[in-house]
T-cell receptor
């Protein structure tokens, strides 16, 4: 299994630009999570999906952030317009239903907004 | 109040020795899960071990074991026979179910350095 695949691995963009982060979960996993990691705030859950449906987006910081999961094998996290304080590592993770299963993380996307 | 507390920002351990990384949690749920992840300097998050709140036995995975003390609300990670490759950040996390949705909370992490 290829694991959770995120792209791009690194993204540098100018303030005000739109940024789209992509994630391919592990096949068969029905949960997908988007996390953000910063030095100041640590690891924060932004949103998660179950069977492609957003279940909890209470961690999404602002309306500038949006996430979609059009099918079971693809999700996007979009920031529009981006700001320097959005600079962070964004992780996607997936897991399958089960009380004692864990989430597998992708390699992360390091976003720098200048 | 912090839901997950890791009180050790940094730890040192001699190679081949055992080390315990502390984690305490706070929840009013009866059913919850506790996890440990390892994040090496390369940045990826690696799942290590899981403990369910109803599991009576402490979880073990190879050199990793979770010392689960439910009454004290602690879930310490024990790494036996430390190796140089164990040097990394270690995060304790909890999954609880609140108002019909899952909440995942991570601690601030402990940076472990294994000394040769």
């Amino acid at each position: 299994d290829a694991g959770v695949i995120q792209s791009p691995r690194h993204e540098v963009t100018e303030m005000g630009q739109e940024v789209t982060l992509r994630c391919k979960p592990i096949s068969g996993h029905d949960y997908l999570f988007w996390y953000r990691q910063t030095m100041m705030r640590g690891l924060e859950l932004l949103i998660y999906f179950n069977n492609n449906v957003p279940i909890d987006d209470s961690g999404m910081p602002e309306d500038r952030f949006s996430a979609k999961m059009p099918n079971a094998s693809f999700s996007t996290l979009k920031i529009q317009p981006s700001e320097p304080r959005d600079s962070a590592v964004y992780f996607c993770a997936s897991r399958e239903t089960g009380r004692d299963t864990e989430a597998f993380f992708g390699q992360g996307t390091r976003l720098t907004v200048v | 109040a912090q839901k997950i507390t890791q009180t050790q920002p940094g730890m040192f351990v001699q190679e081949k020795e055992a080390v315990t990384l502390d984690c305490t949690y706070d929840t009013s749920d009866q059913s919850y899960g506790l996890f440990w992840y390892k994040q090496p300097s390369s940045g990826e998050m690696i799942f290590l071990i899981y403990q369910g709140s109803y599991d009576e036995q402490n979880a073990t995975e190879g050199r990793y074991s979770l010392n689960f003390q439910k009454a004290r609300k602690s879930a310490n990670l024990v790494i036996s026979a430390s190796q140089l490759g164990d040097s990394a950040m270690y995060f304790c996390a909890m999954r609880e179910r609140t108002s019909g949705t899952y909440k995942y909370i991570f601690g601030t992490g402990t940076r472990l350095k294994v000394l040769a």
